[in-house]
């Protein structure tokens, strides 16, 4: 069943019952690609993880209507709040990491820079980018159910980054003083939100791993064989999930 993403101020109330607009880019797929008609069922979800089935009721000018027939909770979101830190990565790489990222259940991107990082990004290009981003958070969030619309926030500093980070933070490391994944999520006692930190292609510098230690991060490894960055991130948060989750 198709899922929509809606601000509270998008419902309304009338004697009791409930009606749904759905504007812009998603009433022209509900009406123009997906061609639905009245009295077909659709799921919003009004990114504070309430769920309403609706029955399409309205085909206007810009809009579409539906009438509320049920509501519930998603339960689709982790038991914690998932923090991505994922340094720039060339080519589509990022918005497949993005994508992906999404699906198995981080519920924010914060992208950022670090000194091996190929890519960089003008300050005057970052917002079309980060809009860009967005838009795939919020496919990837549809396609797999989400109760809320995961942000991608604006490109970090590794200096920002430092300042960001905070609780339970697992940096994806390849060195010394690592511990595995398994063993740091069984050892250590997640509340509340969990962060994970990913490099680049090119990975961390010596002096970065040791700042983020430093930080407080734990240092963990994804197991013996070594792993693309924008296979990284899934692997770690398919880990989380499954201790968390499963």
């Known amino acids: 069943m198709p ?6 101020n998008q419902i309304e109330e009338n004697d009791g019952v409930k009606t749904v607009n759905i504007l812009g880019d998603d009433a022209h797929h509900i009406s123009r ?7 077909e069922k659709i799921e919003v979800v009004d990114m504070q993880k309430n769920l309403y089935l609706c029955e399409l009721n309205g085909f206007f000018d810009g809009y579409v209507t539906a009438r509320v027939i049920g509501e519930g909770k998603a339960e689709t979101e982790p038991p914690v709040f998932i923090r991505l830190f994922q340094a720039l990565s060339k080519g589509e790489k990022m918005e497949t990491i993005i994508q992906k990222s999404i699906e198995c259940g981080a519920c924010e991107i914060a992208p950022f820079s670090s000194e091996r990082c190929v890519v960089k990004i003008d300050k005057k290009d970052e917002q079309k980018k980060i809009d860009r981003w967005q838009k795939i958070a919020e496919s990837a969030a549809k396609q797999s159910g989400r109760g809320i619309v995961p942000t991608v926030k604006g490109v970090l500093t590794f200096k920002e980054l430092l300042n960001s ?9 390849e060195g010394e003083d690592t511990v595995s994944i398994k ?4 050892n250590t006692k997640i509340e509340g939100e969990v962060s994970v930190i990913i490099g680049s292609e090119g990975g961390f510098s010596q002096k970065e791993a040791t700042l983020l230690k430093e930080a407080g991060a734990i240092s963990v490894g994804l197991g013996k064989r070594i792993l693309r960055c924008e296979t990284a991130p899934t692997f770690a948060l398919a880990c989380i999930a499954y201790e968390l989750e499963l």
């Open 33 to 39: 690609a997906l061609r639905m008609a009245a009295g």
């Open 3 to 8: 899922r929509f993403f809606i601000r509270q």
């Open 183 to 186: 063993t740091a999520l069984k």
């Open 165 to 173: 980070i905070k609780g339970t933070v697992l940096f994806c490391y």
